[in-house]
Nanobody, 116 residues
Framework: QVQLVESGGGVVQAGGSLRLTCEAS????????MDWFRRKPGNQAREWVA?????????HYAGSVKGRFTISRDDAKNTVYLQMNNLQPDDTAVYYC????????WGQGTQVTVSS
């Protein structure tokens, strides 16, 4: 059974940092590109945030987070991370990880709240 479990969310003041963790089971993250998405309050749709490519570990970011967020993975731990720096109130959302191409096996998400 494939499962993704996100953790590491919390409440932080503007300018602060958090590191989100996405632990996978039932499938190796090293075999797939991986995405982080977020769903902001009041929005039904998830917004793509970042991707790390399968073989090259090349990373891509949404314009709104580029330069502040860093996606990485630890294949030995079968885990993907999202380091978030200089957080702003507009980053408040539930953050999800998933396998990419197409997005699949969503976790339950982790809440990030940034206060001004």
């Amino acid at each position: 059974q494939v499962q993704l479990v996100e953790s590491g969310g919390g409440v932080v003041q503007a300018g602060g940092s958090l590191r989100l963790t996405c632990e996978a089971s039932g499938r190796s993250v090293s075999d797939y590109s991986m995405d982080w998405f977020r769903r902001k309050p009041g929005n039904q749709a998830r917004e793509w945030v970042a991707q790390i490519m399968k073989s090259s570990n090349v990373t891509h970011y949404a314009g709104s987070v580029k330069g502040r967020f860093t996606i990485s993975r630890d294949d030995a731990k079968n885990t993907v991370y999202l380091q978030m720096n200089n957080l702003q109130p507009d980053d408040t959302a539930v953050y999800y990880c998933c396998f990419a191409h197409p997005p699949s096996f969503w976790g339950q998400g982790t809440q990030v709240t940034v206060s001004s």
